[in-house]
């Protein structure tokens, strides 16, 4: 069941995610069986009366980790610490008996059923209602300073995919304004103070930090003080409402208290919060750039929420994954509740691209198993919209959620890239994906097939798709579907794009080098051949280019290598023939590489100067009387004929040479 209050962040206990807009939690759990945490709860009970069994004076360690049973049963999918709470438990039995051995091994018997249970999510309404964790109870009553391993689910808060869409905009500022009229639910239109540095495109944050808070994003109006918007606006927003941009640049943001405000709202599966009362024990916000920037203003949303706790920020400026590990016992204490890890690995990809992602899964790994070996929760705040290009940041917010929510890890092989599907809204049955970030995992399109990494990797609703190849359509969202692109970075600009083909490298995306030309929405395009496509800028459709740097405009057919159909309803057949007039026909190259280009309107050119024009069969010459030697018709060189004179434009005008009978 999903719910949405407000902008609080909601989860379907099944793990997919509602609403791109209201940005869930990701809490990754093993098991999702309910029978299960029914046998795994009866055999912690049956534990601990063993307990009881054993010592007559354990009374009061089996009632207190009977309790603790019932609790994890309850909240079923809640990250309790396990390890802490059978602790607990052999304590009060020590206080209670000086026979506590038995005691305390029957209550380590219980603590690890708890374990088990722990990690089963909450799987029907009726146990979600039924959960009634006081969220102070996970670390509260811990005054120790070292804890049991912690054993449950990483958490990982992916900025870019859930919590808000879009990307940094070149020109846009960071000005604040206000609203000045209140825009009602449904309205795609907000009126504001000053719109001059809030261009298309750009991320819109409203009343960040507050219960309010909502994003949008420009979609036309940029620049001005009437702004539309999407997605239509959900909860009315009043007058005078603030107003900011929510990335700052590229890397950044610029609203830090509405991330703050998502961070200590995000819920886990059950519903509870992700980030709960850390009591006596720190929050550590261990990262780069982002924690030194904006981690005063994320702390501060903590102590907002829990007054009594203790927010340590550890951001150090550009650090890769290599260098946070490094410093990790240095700046993380042994009774660190939770560690908040921002940007997880984006810095490694300035060393090397994709190829940084063996590197970054070891270090991730090694990140993980400090916090589990401590007794301290692992919560990751995914990457910024924008580091090197949109799609390839996309991708590598979906690998990490991917890679999080895999139950291998952290045990992958050093020098694996792995591969996964992931848990958090599959693609629709019959469609087939493979590679990472494949398919669109957030996709309700059906009958695609997406094969290599970032194939069809943002897709929405689009169906009837195949996309095979590194970074093929990894744009595309919506519309009729039925594209076919095979090759590397093909129809890498397409978002709305139907019916066209496309094969081979930057096909339909930078025709003849030039990305400006490259297809975003056009329809019914066949493109075959190293950078193939549009002749211009204008997203043409029904076009044909076949070959290495053919081109061709609406309508038109470019065949061969560097062949240019240029204009409307134009024909070049050659290597490197060129026609560039509304209705131009160029057919040929001669033996001097010289080929045949035409300009003039519906003329065809076949051949060149060296060219023979040989026919075989009879040659139909137009019947036309020219009304003298000045008539203007006609261009020089022109044939026609009547039935009394054979007619030839010369330079000087029209020459006549009358037909006999024999």
């Not at 089963?120 to 005054?143: C, H, K, N, R, Y």
């Not at 850390?278 to 550590?284: A, F, L």
């Not at 799609?391 to 959620?401: P, Q």
């Not at 076009?543 to 405009?553: D, F, N």
Request: one cysteine or more; glycine letters at 10%.
């Amino acid at each position: 069941m999903t719910t949405t209050t407000g902008r609080v962040p909601q989860l379907d206990v099944d793990g997919k995610f509602p609403d791109r807009f209201a940005p869930p939690s990701v809490a990754i759990d093993a098991q999702t069986a309910t029978d299960k945490a029914a046998i795994a709860a009866t055999q912690a009970s049956d534990a601990l009366a063993s307990a009881g069994a054993a010592s007559g004076s354990a009374t009061a360690a089996s009632a207190e980790a009977l309790a603790a049973s019932g609790s994890a049963t309850a909240s079923s999918g809640s990250e309790t610490n396990a390890g802490a709470s059978a602790t607990a438990a052999s304590d009060s039995a020590t206080a209670a008996s000086g026979s506590a051995t038995a005691s305390a091994d029957s209550a380590t018997l219980a603590g690890d059923h708890l374990a088990l249970v722990q990690q089963i999510p909450v799987t029907s309404d009726g146990l979600m209602a039924a959960t009634a964790a006081d969220p102070t109870s996970e670390f509260a009553t811990q005054q120790s300073t070292t804890f049991a391993p912690y054993v449950g689910p990483v958490h990982y808060l992916d900025i870019y995919r859930d919590f808000v869409t879009g990307v940094w905009v070149t020109g846009q500022l960071n000005t604040p304004t206000t609203l000045t009229a209140t825009a009602t639910v449904g309205s795609s239109t907000i009126n504001v103070a000053s719109g001059a540095n809030y261009p298309n495109g750009c991320i819109l944050s409203v009343a960040g930090g507050t219960a309010a808070q909502q994003q949008y994003k420009i979609t036309a109006g940029g620049g001005t003080n009437a702004l539309t918007v999407t997605p239509a606006i959900v909860t009315e927003l009043a007058n005078g409402s603030a107003i900011n941009t929510f990335w700052g640049d590229p890397a950044h943001l610029q609203d830090w208290a509405a991330l703050g405000y998502f961070m200590m709202n995000a819920k886990r599966g059950d519903g509870s919060d992700v980030i709960q009362n850390p009591g006596t024990r720190p929050i550590i916000l261990l990262g780069n750039s982002w924690y030194v920037a904006g981690g005063s203003t994320l702390a501060a949303a903590v102590v907002a929420k829990y007054p009594s706790a203790t927010v340590t920020n550890k951001g150090v400026n550009g650090n890769t994954s290599n260098q946070v590990l490094a410093r990790f016992d240095a700046d993380v204490p042994s009774n660190a509740a939770y560690v908040i890890i921002d940007e997880p690995g984006v810095n490694d990809s300035a060393h090397g691209a994709l190829t940084y992602r063996d590197n970054s899964i070891r270090n991730l790994a090694a990140l993980v198993a400090k916090c589990r070996a401590i007794g301290a929760i692992p919560v990751f705040i995914g990457p910024p919209p924008l580091v090197d290009q949109p799609n390839t940041s996309l991708e590598n917010s979906i690998w990490l959620r991917e890679l999080l929510a895999s139950p291998t890890f952290p045990n992958v092989p050093a020098t694996a890239i792995p591969t996964f599907q992931a848990p958090s809204g599959v693609p629709e049955p019959a469609s087939i994906s493979i590679g990472s970030g494949a398919g669109g995992r957030t996709s309700t399109g059906k009958e695609n097939i997406a094969i290599g990494r970032s194939a069809l990797l943002a897709n929405l609703t689009s169906s009837g798709n195949v996309a095979i190849g590194v970074n093929t359509l990894p744009g595309l969202l919506s519309g009729n579907g039925a594209n076919f692109a095979m090759g590397t970075v093909c129809m890498y600009a397409a978002t709305t794009a139907s019916r066209n083909v496309a094969i081979g490298f930057g096909t339909l995306y930078q025709p003849n080098g030039l990305v400006a030309n490259a297809t975003v929405a056009a329809s019914n395009n066949v493109a075959i051949g190293y950078q193939s496509g549009a002749a211009d800028a204008t997203d043409p459709g029904g076009l044909t280019a076949i070959g290495t740097y053919a081109v061709a405009a609406q309508s038109s057919t470019a065949l061969g290598y560097q062949a240019v159909a240029g204009v409307l309803n134009s024909m070049a057949l050659g290597a490197q023939t060129s026609a560039t007039a509304q209705g131009s026909v160029a057919i040929g190259r001669d033996n001097t590489y010289v080929s045949a280009s035409t300009s003039v309107i519906n003329e065809i050119k076949l051949g060149t100067a060296a060219h023979t024009v040989k026919i075989i069969g009879r040659l139909n010459v137009a019947r036309r009387t020219p009304t003298s030697g000045a008539d203007s018709q006609g261009a020089v060189g022109d044939v026609t004929s009547d039935d009394s004179y054979v007619y030839v434009k010369t330079s000087t005008g029209w020459k006549r040479s009358p037909l006999t009978s024999w």
